[in-house]
């Protein structure tokens, strides 16, 4: 009972943040280009300053030797999810369109902003586990997710280079570059390793405030009419957990890895899909209709998710 407490303490806290930003921007505190400054802020400067910070601090010889596993892992139970998500999509919607968004939100869950937020809070022992379990995730998301599955159905299909030239971003320039002062273990000015730090705990608050804005956009009242989004978001949150929480019972996994993965499959439904659309002019109503529900259900059902996990390892 006391994994359920501190976990619904965790996401209820991380929901008052998507609340105060749903109502900063209704209600028109903010301007209405916050949403687009605050994505900028999150993903050119607060992520990556949480990935290069957990990286000089935790990268070793021994991570080193223990990556390839949470890698293979990670790869694995993301093919699965993949292959579950495509034969489930069709009874959510006929519409080629919705079945691509449904296919993302299946594939991948909020497991950047969210996860991070969680798995920071919940277990910073292993954070930089989880980091490196979800290298595949980006890796999937940047070569399919995204180019085929949001961006999909345009007059032109992105190259192979173009689709690499994306790895080129601030949290992958990051990510490397804290595991080079890490394994040599360059020393970091005090002021600059307080600056990291800082920045770095801005991730969780601004992720939340982002996704209350990004919600406060669209009519609720239209948006939660869609049947679909609610077969989604109950793959999403409960189906596929319980699915590895019964794999749990039959295969021994290291607990890290299962740590890892509960987290990443617990969490609610991305914001990619409203986000990569919308840029494109594309109908987003789907995508926040799942954003809405899933984040909203997902303060119930990941305390729920993680005392039944914590049980299974008892």
């Not at 976990?7 to 998507?18: M, S, W």
């Not at 890490?182 to 991730?203: D, H």
Request: aromatic residues 12%.
């Amino acid at each position: 009972m006391a994994v359920f407490t501190a976990t619904l303490n965790q996401t209820a806290f991380l929901f008052l943040f998507i609340i105060a930003g749903y109502v900063l921007l209704k209600w028109k505190f903010v301007p209405d280009n916050s949403q687009a400054v605050l994505s900028k802020l999150e993903n050119a400067i607060f992520i990556p300053a949480l990935v290069l910070g957990t990286f000089i601090q935790n990268f070793t010889v021994q991570t080193i030797a223990e990556a390839w596993k949470l890698l293979l892992g990670s790869l694995a139970l993301a093919v699965v999810a993949i292959v579950l998500s495509l034969l489930c999509v069709g009874f959510c919607s006929k519409d080629q369109y919705e079945q691509n968004i449904y296919t993302y939100g299946l594939c991948f869950s909020n497991f950047g902003f969210m996860g991070n937020a969680v798995v920071s809070a919940l277990f910073p022992d292993i954070f930089m586990e989880y980091l490196i379990f979800t290298l595949p995730l980006w890796t999937l998301i940047y070569l399919w997710g995204v180019p085929v599955l949001l961006m999909g159905g345009g007059t032109e299909k992105p190259t192979l280079l173009q689709r690499a030239k994306s790895f080129v971003n601030p949290m992958f320039v990051c990510m490397f570059l804290g595991m080079l002062i890490g394994l040599l273990k360059i020393p970091v000015p005090k002021f600059i390793s307080s600056a990291i730090s800082t920045l770095g705990n801005c991730m969780s608050p601004i992720a939340m405030l982002l996704t209350g804005m990004t919600i406060a956009k669209f009519n609720l009242r239209e948006i939660l009419r869609i049947k679909g989004v609610y077969l989604v978001t109950a793959l999403r949150l409960v189906v596929f957990p319980l699915l590895f929480l019964g794999a749990m019972l039959v295969l021994p996994m290291p607990k890290t890895f299962a740590v890892c993965a509960i987290c990443s499959l617990s969490m609610p439904l991305g914001l990619n899909t409203i986000i990569i659309p919308g840029a494109l002019g594309r109908d987003t109503r789907v995508a926040s209709g799942m954003a809405l529900v899933s984040h909203l259900l997902s303060c119930l059902t990941i305390p729920v998710v993680f005392m039944l996990f914590e049980w299974i390892l008892s």
